[in-house]
């Protein structure tokens, strides 16, 4: 609870429980006219194989065209959308839409090579019955190959029910749709879930880059999670990747997939069709 208001760059210290109730039931009703009217659009923030520096996916992350507001980040109401549940309705657009653009891509022959389609979302999908055979009804509707996408699922979100977690991620697994622990290692949980959880990459956070290279400690952390997920042989995905020294760690320590400012923002979709991998040193750290 405390990170979802965090995030919420909107939550003022001095603000009483009235004001937050009002700002509650407003957006609430705006959001419920943003899903009529399909208002969500995804952006695209590039991937990066460390090894080639050839892009190798995108991730869609949900923007919002507020009607008076412009376009609006997931901080601003995506706690509201997760506690009223509109979050399964603004998923499925997002999704929809995500994939819509991934057909697109393949069919126009954008890039060079088929890309990988990251989706973020909420772990309430694992309780609604529909949520499966929506995927393969958009799969299906698309012609996207599963192993073409992959889902982004939060860790802090994904270890509150364990049993749901597991059954659904072995149901995805079964379908050949990759799953990502995102924002790996800030869960505050025990790591022995990942005997039992199908999941096919870690999403590390980018928490443990952001101090790097001014604390050493952080690079210590960061090269421990890495080599947790060469144990594993779980590919791995470093996220806030935005500094010369942020990537020249990476490569040292041997990093699959970079992502982060340093590369792109979240990009329109048109701005990510047209967007050329930002050129780094390889292999001379
Ligand atoms: P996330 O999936 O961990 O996505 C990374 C967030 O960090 C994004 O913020 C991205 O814009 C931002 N970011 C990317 N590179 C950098 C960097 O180098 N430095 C820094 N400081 N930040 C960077 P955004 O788009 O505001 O999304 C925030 C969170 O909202 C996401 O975190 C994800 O958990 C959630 N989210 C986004 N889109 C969706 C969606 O469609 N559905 C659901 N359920 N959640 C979403
Ligand atoms: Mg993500
Ligand atoms: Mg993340
Ligand atoms: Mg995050």
Redesign the pocket.
């Known amino acids: 609870q405390a990170k979802a208001e965090g995030r919420n760059r909107f939550h003022y210290f001095n603000e009483g429980l009235q004001a937050v109730a009002i700002r509650r039931i407003l957006v609430e009703s705006e959001l419920r006219e943003a899903i009529q009217k399909k208002s969500f659009i995804p952006y695209y923030q590039p991937k990066i194989d460390a090894k080639t520096g050839l892009l190798y996916g995108a991730?869609a992350?949900v923007r919002w065209g507020h009607p008076t507001q412009g376009m609006v980040g997931p901080a601003y109401f995506l706690d509201i959308a997760e506690q009223t549940g509109l979050i399964i309705d603004i998923d499925r657009i997002v999704i929809q839409k995500a994939c819509a653009q991934h057909a697109q891509w393949l069919a126009d022959h954008t890039f060079d090579y088929p890309i990988k389609m990251?989706m973020?979302i909420s772990v309430r999908h694992f309780k609604d019955d529909s949520f499966l055979p929506m995927l393969t009804e958009l799969l299906e509707k698309y012609e996207i190959q599963p192993s073409s996408i992959e889902l982004?699922i939060?860790e802090s979100e994904l270890v509150q029910d364990t049993d749901t977690a597991i059954a659904v991620l072995d149901e995805l697994a079964k379908m050949g749709i990759d799953v990502?622990i995102?924002?790996f290692g800030t869960g505050y949980s025990s790591l022995s879930y990942l005997k039992q959880f199908n999941v096919q990459v870690l999403?590390i956070d980018r928490s443990f880059l952001f101090d790097i290279p001014e604390s050493e400690i952080s690079s210590r952390l960061f090269k421990g999670m890495l080599n947790l997920s060469q144990s594993l042989e779980l590919p791995n995905v470093v996220?806030g990747v935005e500094t010369q020294a942020h990537v020249e760690k990476c490569l040292e320590y041997n990093a699959e997939i970079l992502q982060g400012y340093y590369f792109a923002k979240p990009l329109t979709a048109q701005e990510f069709a047209n967007y050329i991998p930002t050129k780094f040193n390889k292999g001379d750290t």
């Open positions: 991730e992350l990251a973020n982004e939060v990502a995102d924002d999403k996220e």
